[in-house]
């Protein structure tokens, strides 16, 4: 009697499926703990600015208490938890009024000297930030300010007739 040929996937082999799944197995367990430590990762709010401005610093995943800021821009800062787990640390700088314009790197350190350290960019912008009304009144026109100042008189206006003629009516 003639031998009854076999199906194309009974010929593979045991070995080599328990192989690609023992493969699979080791790299799906390795792949958390390879990105759970992944470095920290820092911050700085906002990331332009102009001479003599204010940024927020941030660092997450030192697992130190400590940690500090450094740059050209405006010197060294000390970092201070934000929990009890000292998952974040923050601090707050004020750029030097005479910082020419340009990136800046911003240097996060975490713990003391040696520490784990990631650098990210802060941008100086030409020019100064605006103070006093901030440009609101410097590019409008006289006749602009007239009829805004209109509007606000008309509703200042209708609003007393409407509460006027609501009290009269109470009696």
């Given at each position: 009697?003639?031998?009854?040929?076999?199906?194309?996937?009974?010929?593979?082999?045991?070995?080599?499926?328990?192989?690609?799944?023992?493969?699979?197995l080791?790299?799906?367990?390795?792949?958390?703990?390879?990105?759970?430590?992944?470095?920290?990762?820092?911050?700085?709010?906002?990331?332009?600015?102009?001479?003599?401005?204010?940024?927020?610093?941030?660092?997450?995943?030192?697992?130190?208490?400590?940690?500090?800021?450094?740059?050209?821009?405006?010197?060294?800062?000390?970092?201070?938890?934000?929990?009890?787990?000292?998952?974040?640390?923050?601090?707050?700088?004020?750029?030097?009024?005479?910082?020419?314009?340009?990136?800046?790197p911003?240097?996060?350190?975490?713990?003391?000297?040696?520490?784990?350290?990631?650098?990210?960019?802060?941008?100086?912008?030409?020019?100064a930030?605006?103070?006093?009304?901030?440009?609101?009144?410097?590019?409008?026109?006289?006749?602009?300010?007239?009829?805004?100042?209109?509007?606000?008189?008309?509703?200042?206006?209708?609003?007393?007739?409407?509460?006027?003629?609501?009290?009269?009516?109470?009696?």
């Amino acid at each position: 009697m003639p031998a009854t040929p076999r199906s194309p996937r009974s010929h593979r082999p045991l070995p080599r499926v328990l192989a690609v799944a023992a493969a699979a197995l080791v790299i799906s367990a390795a792949a958390p703990a390879t990105l759970a430590h992944a470095g920290p990762s820092g911050n700085v709010s906002p990331t332009n600015v102009a001479p003599g401005g204010r940024v927020s610093l941030n660092i997450t995943g030192c697992g130190t208490k400590t940690g500090k800021a450094s740059s050209r821009a405006f010197g060294d800062v000390w970092l201070t938890p934000g929990n009890a787990e000292a998952t974040n640390l923050f601090g707050a700088a004020t750029t030097f009024r005479n910082v020419s314009a340009g990136s800046h790197p911003v240097t996060f350190e975490c713990g003391g000297p040696g520490g784990e350290r990631v650098t990210v960019a802060l941008n100086i912008t030409p020019g100064a930030a605006r103070g006093g009304l901030g440009g609101s009144v410097d590019s409008m026109s006289p006749g602009q300010i007239a009829i805004g100042g209109a509007f606000v008189a008309s509703a200042l206006g209708a609003g007393a007739w409407f509460l006027r003629r609501r009290t009269g009516h109470a009696g």
